[in-house]
């Protein structure tokens, strides 16, 4: 109807004003048992991230997590800095995680932009979530037209490449749906090829038990003794993947300082890192991604990467 197109115009505008790069919507209707998730964590491919399973449910059906849900809204935002000069004996940290804390950077506008829809119509609902909620948002990201999803299951774009932050508000409104979006990796397969762990398994799904990322960031145990000398120097995270896509050719910079690199967190100082103690990371780190790894963790991806610069000449 007219008035959807109308709410629907005016969120979005209403999301740049108050922070977001773009906003499209989602008919909510799409939602269901969702072959590719189950897929996924029928194969294991989740880890020991329990989490995934246990809220399977309400991923696979948003109306489990807000019944009545009309419109899915996506919402992105830029997070790309150019990567700083490495000083030698340095590790790399995921481009993401440089600077401050994305949850933190996006809640607020996040949590205004949804106060300003219920504001729209009298008991209109609305939840939001950056990518805590048990929300599928890289599939919503499809559908919704504002991005499509890589061979390295990121979502991508033609204008900005992978570099972006996906925040999702799920409401009660009908809005006017956008288009879903195609596929633009076409029979591109650089990502695939370049990791190192071999952890995209097929076009779109990763292996998290193999994944840099996933080891370096989510695993606080032992990480598998033949997987170590394969992960380089990255000592969290790791953008492989999205470094090679030629889609990245087209990045550009973020206009959010948030997510400009502190000094030293693109390519921490390996002795440095040894050094630090439970206190020293915590205040180094205070506010930051990196936080969410713990200092025990961290300090073992450290020991890895110094091994590793040890045995390339």
């Given amino acids: 109807s007219s008035k959807a197109a109308r709410y629907a115009q005016e969120i979005k505008e209403k999301s740049t004003d108050i922070y977001f790069d773009d906003c499209r919507i989602a008919d909510a209707a799409l939602s269901g048992n969702e072959h590719h998730l189950n897929s996924w964590l029928d194969q294991g491919f989740q880890a020991d991230m329990d989490w995934m399973t246990r809220t399977r449910e309400q991923r696979n059906d ?48 996040l949590i205004r932009l949804a106060k300003h829809i219920e504001s729209l119509e009298p008991a209109t609902r609305t939840y939001a979530s950056v990518d805590t909620g048990p929300v599928l948002e890289r599939t919503w990201a499809q559908r919704s037209g504002i991005a499509s999803i890589g061979k390295n299951s990121l979502a991508l774009r033609r204008d900005i490449g992978s570099w972006f932050f996906i925040a999702t508000i799920l409401t009660t409104l009908k809005l006017q749906p956008d288009s879903n979006s195609h596929d633009i990796c076409g029979t591109c397969t650089a990502c695939i090829d370049a990791c190192p762990t071999d952890a995209i398994v097929e076009p779109c799904i990763v292996d998290s038990n193999r994944c840099i990322s996933y080891q370096t960031i989510e695993n606080r145990a032992t990480i598998p003794k033949d997987l170590q000398p394969l992960h380089g120097d990255w000592i969290y995270g790791c953008d492989i993947c999205q470094e090679v896509c030629p889609w990245n050719r087209f990045q550009t910079n973020t206009n959010d300082s948030d997510f400009h690199p502190r000094p030293g967190h693109a390519n921490p100082d390996i002795k440095q890192i040894e050094r630090m103690n439970q206190e020293t990371f915590d205040k180094e780190f205070e506010g930051t991604p990196i936080r969410r790894t713990g200092h025990a963790a961290f300090l073992r991806n450290a020991r890895i990467v110094d091994e590793n610069l040890n045995k390339t000449p």
């Fill in 62 to 109: 948003v109306q489990k997590k807000l019944p009545g849900t009309q419109s899915v809204i996506v919402l992105i935002k830029n997070y790309y800095s150019p990567r700083p000069q490495a000083p030698t004996r340095s590790g790399k940290i995921s481009r993401y995680a440089w600077g401050r804390d994305y949850h933190r950077s996006l809640k607020k506008p």
